[in-house]
């Protein structure tokens, strides 16, 4: 059984940082691209930050400069470090897992983990 679990959201200050975690499980982790996409109130999932099996990071523009991913393959786990928050980065934030085999998309989703910037 996939798992994806999300966890570190919260609420904080505009120009605070948070630290969002997905800890993987039921899956080969290392083999697969692993990304975070966050949807707002009123708005549709968008894309935030995708980071490659291979290790290789793409950022949307609108978190380039602030936000960096990483991964852990030794524990399976994703991490977006979020710097300089906005409150137009209030969202749900979800983990996404992502591998493609001979046409065949496997894709898996967290439960999301709320991010509320507020003064």
């Known amino acids: 059984q996939v798992q994806l679990v999300e966890s570190g959201g919260g609420l904080v200050q505009p120009g605070g940082s948070l630290r969002l975690s997905c800890a993987a499980s039921?899956?080969?982790?290392?083999?697969?691209?692993m990304g975070w996409y966050r949807q707002a109130p009123g708005k549709q999932r968008e894309l935030v930050a995708v980071?490659?099996?291979?290790?290789?990071?793409d950022y949307a523009d609108f978190v380039k400069g602030r936000f960096i991913l990483s991964r852990d393959n030794t524990f399976n786990t994703v991490y977006l470090q979020m710097n300089s928050l906005t409150p137009e980065d209030t969202a749900v934030y979800y983990c996404?897992?992502?591998?493609?085999?001979?046409?065949?998309?496997?894709?898996?989703w967290g439960q999301g983990t709320p991010v509320t910037v507020s003064s």
């Open positions: 996404n897992a992502d591998l493609m085999i001979k046409g065949i998309d496997y894709a898996y």
């Open positions: 980071i490659t099996s291979g290790g290789e990071t």
């Open positions: 039921g899956i080969t982790f290392s083999l697969y691209d």
